[in-house]
């Protein structure tokens, strides 16, 4: 996306992981090197249910076909999963496991209220998408109301927009490649208010859920929604600008991925490529110039710094320190002010997952996702009350946060990012909790960190002690590390950590490879999946997860393609105990060009609602397209296919037909 001029670019997550280079982080924390593959036959190293079955690493033909024939006939011995496999591929349309109904309940343009207008994609205005279900749905939360799993709040991230799929008569192809025409003001306006969150009452009537549309909590929240700056950082001379020298008081939140709900019922929203929104220049010699290199502000992927001085960077050089928080937002209140919680450091916050540790505190677990980036966790250090919601509220004000350090014998260490406390001193540039909250990254190079190979989602099973942490694929990565074994790691892995005692609270723990992805029977691949996987079972890309109330694990991925793995995106069931352990099959798989987000099980497993991200961005690489997609020829107009509408990416709520519990 740098290759293109600033007036005439697209941002397409394709490219992102094409052209954001080899990382952005500049330390060496690689002393790991010298160990490469020194754990590979680590299995039986940690005891009980973790020694698994034997997994090889090339798996024979012959193996996947008896693979196919037991998930054919049902079960496979010893999963907790049993429906039959949807067939990998790829098509225009969605496809979900047979005897289960997959209905798409909420699509970009949707009305939130019932006074808001109807889409019209070929007149949107900025008023319009305020009130309508913003672009590119990620994390899905589901927050029930009077404890029923048929009655909540839906609660929805709109990570970015894609130009080139949402405006009509803009796109130009050139040599093959779609350029997109340099944004007016009324556009960039739209696309701020098609970015942030959604939350909206939803009902099961019948069966099948519904938006209530005069739910009372409903709610946008947009790139312009006042946010409070809130907990260390607050108020520091770094997060003060010419529109608010407060220091406290931002407006919106921008690129937020996956998420959470907190054990209150808070809706939780990272920030994470907020770097892309940035133009301008600072001066080589300036305060933030390290800070602004480290995480690669200015992006320059969109225009909105033309019409908003707060995104060029000559202008309001210290905007960028008040993005990449996470964000908390009280669902209760639909005028309630959402809070940026420094104390969760800044980074390209993947999402935050949430747990009680045994003494009633809180953890998060929280990915920074950029190649040889790091995994953190955040514990509070307050405890939850269960029985009083409002002494819950700040809890994210007040904690250690933490960064992993994997070290080669299969253990990992939480190190505290505490200012005054090894490194993280007024020598190094860091001045107080703020500096270092403000500049998490270079405080975990302080470390020493394991960098690692793009972590995305992490979920914590708190009946187990452990958690689950994506890592999406680095193909610039050119030395291994015990937690990172494959140098150019094209397809990525899955790290599950055992914290020590069972304590999400602990400050060590150990760790083992869940999975190396990919296709197991491609020899120099070296996936891991268990002999039990079918040629459809198998994905790369693991990107969000969900562990549900039965402690299983589901696995949705972000960049399979025609040209990459012969399949879509889409959402894996993947066994973690006993003799089923690293199996995976294929439960629901998304349109050409999609990207599966969401996965969110209700508590009583009935429904599972997913995210359908962009879909139609691509389409060159598959036999049913062929060339670019964009606005006026698009690979697929799912989920309307009417001529008349655009494609839209779109939550969708799968149940099983009759009713029951899912997989
Ligand atoms: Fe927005 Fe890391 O995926
Ligand atoms: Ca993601
Ligand atoms: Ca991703």
């Not at 909420?106 to 109807?118: H, T």
């Not at 350029?179 to 069966?207: F, L, P, Y």
């Not at 991200?613 to 060159?620: I, S, V």
Request: proline share 6%.
């Amino acid at each position: 996306m740098n290759d293109h001029q600033p007036s005439r670019h697209v941002f397409r997550t394709s490219q992102l992981e094409e052209a954001d280079g080899p990382g952005l982080n500049p330390t060496k924390n690689r002393t790991m090197g010298e160990i490469i593959a020194a754990r590979f036959s680590r299995r039986g190293f940690l005891k009980g249910s973790m020694a698994a079955t034997a997994i090889s690493a090339t798996v024979s033909p012959m193996a996947i076909l008896a693979a196919d024939d037991a998930h054919a006939q049902g079960a496979v011995e010893g999963s907790v999963f049993n429906f039959p496999e949807v067939k990998a591929g790829v098509d225009a349309d969605h496809h979900v496991a047979e005897g289960y109904d997959a209905d798409v309940l909420l699509r970009w343009g949707d009305k939130v209220f019932a006074d808001a207008p109807d889409f019209d994609p070929t007149n949107q205005s900025e008023a319009a998408q305020e009130r309508q279900f913003g672009y590119n749905n990620d994390f899905v939360g589901f927050i029930p109301l009077d404890g029923a799993d048929d009655h909540g709040l839906l609660v929805v991230n709109h990570e970015y927009t894609n130009e080139h799929l949402m405006f009509p008569g803009i796109v130009t192809v050139k040599d093959g490649e779609i350029e997109v025409a340099a944004a007016t003001e009324d556009r960039v306006n739209i696309e701020m208010a098609a970015h942030g969150g959604t939350v909206i009452e939803i009902r099961k009537v019948d069966g099948k859920w519904q938006p209530v549309l005069d739910g009372a909590m409903n709610r946008r929240i947009t790139a312009k929604t006042p946010m409070e700056i809130t907990g260390p950082a607050a108020g520091h001379a770094r997060l003060q600008t010419v529109a608010d020298p407060s220091g406290k008081a931002a407006l919106g939140t921008i690129n937020n991925c996956a998420g959470g709900v907190t054990p209150w019922g808070t809706y939780i929203m990272a920030e994470e490529n907020f770097h892309g929104y940035f133009i301008g220049e600072l001066p080589a010699d300036h305060a933030e110039a390290r800070n602004y290199e480290r995480v690669g502000v200015p992006g320059a992927n969109y225009d909105w710094g033309k019409y908003h001085d707060r995104f060029d960077i000559s202008k309001e050089p210290n905007e960028p320190n008040r993005f990449g928080w996470i964000v908390e937002v009280d669902v209760n209140d639909p005028t309630s002010t959402p809070k940026k919680r420094t104390a969760l450091g800044r980074f390209k916050h993947e999402g935050a997952e949430s747990a009680l540790t045994k003494d009633g505190r809180v953890v998060f677990y929280l990915g920074d996702d950029e190649r040889f980036d790091y995994v953190y966790k955040f514990v509070t250090a307050g405890k939850y009350n269960p029985d009083d919601r409002a002494a819950n509220m700040d809890l994210l004000d007040e904690g250690t946060l933490y960064v992993a350090r994997f070290d080669e014998g299969g253990n990992v260490e939480w190190l505290p990012l505490v200012h005054g406390e090894g490194p993280l001193t007024a020598e190094n540039g860091f001045e107080s909790q703020a500096d270092v909250l403000i500049e998490t990254r270079r405080a975990a190079d302080l470390l020493e960190a394991t960098p690692m190979d793009r972590p995305e989602d992490i979920e914590p099973n708190a009946e187990t002690g452990r958690a689950y942490v994506m890592l999406t694929n680095n193909t610039k990565r050119e030395e291994a590390n015990a937690a990172n074994p494959r140098v150019d790691n094209a397809f990525g892995h899955i790290v599950e950590i055992v914290e020590e005692g069972g304590d999400l609270a602990a400050t060590k723990g150990t760790w083992e490879i869940l999975v190396k992805c990919g296709d197991p029977s491609i020899a120099e691949v070296g996936a891991t999946f268990s002999t039990a996987t079918t040629e459809d079972g198998w994905f790369g890309m693991p990107d969000n997860c969900a562990v549900d109330s039965d402690g299983r694990l589901w696995v949705s991925t972000d960049g399979n393609s025609p040209g990459k793995t012969g399949r879509t995106d889409g959402l894996w069931a993947m066994d973690t105990e006993g003799s089923a352990r690293g199996t995976s099959r294929l439960f629901y798989r998304v349109p050409v060009g999609a990207e599966m987000c969401g996965p969110c099980p209700t508590a009583d497993l009935t429904t599972f609602f997913v995210a359908v991200q962009h879909p139609a961005d691509g389409g060159e690489d598959w036999d049913g397209h062929g060339r670019p997609s964009y606005y006026e020829d698009l690979s697929t107009r799912w989920p309307d296919f009417d001529d008349a509408m655009p494609v839209r990416p779109s939550v969708v709520a799968i149940t099983k037909q009759g009713g029951g519990k899912i997989g």
